[in-house]
């Protein structure tokens, strides 16, 4: 899911939470043409991991970045705040 900088899902411009399921629905009906439901449940419960993940280490990145840029480790103006 994409967040914001700031650990949050992010919602604006995006599709909501009922059209995510709804299209998503309708690709693993095109993936269970070819594969056993169960693969495609893993695959995307795997992937759906692998994006947690992500957004935890660039939350980290992030907040590192902030505190750089606080103590004038980093110029503030590069920052993201
Ligand atoms: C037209 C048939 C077809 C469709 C549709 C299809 N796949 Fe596949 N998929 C394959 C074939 C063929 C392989 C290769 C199998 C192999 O080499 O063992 C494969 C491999 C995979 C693999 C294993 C890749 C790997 O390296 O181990 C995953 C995961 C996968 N498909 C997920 C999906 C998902 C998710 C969808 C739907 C978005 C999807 N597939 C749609 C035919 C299809």
Known sequence: MPTTFVE???????????????????????CNTCHRSSRVNQHFAKMDNTLVETDKMVYAATQLLLTAGEKGIAEKNQSIR
């Open 8 to 30: 949050d899902l992010a919602s604006e411009y995006l599709i909501d939470g009922d059209e995510q399921v709804r299209r998503q629905t309708q690709m693993k009906k095109l």
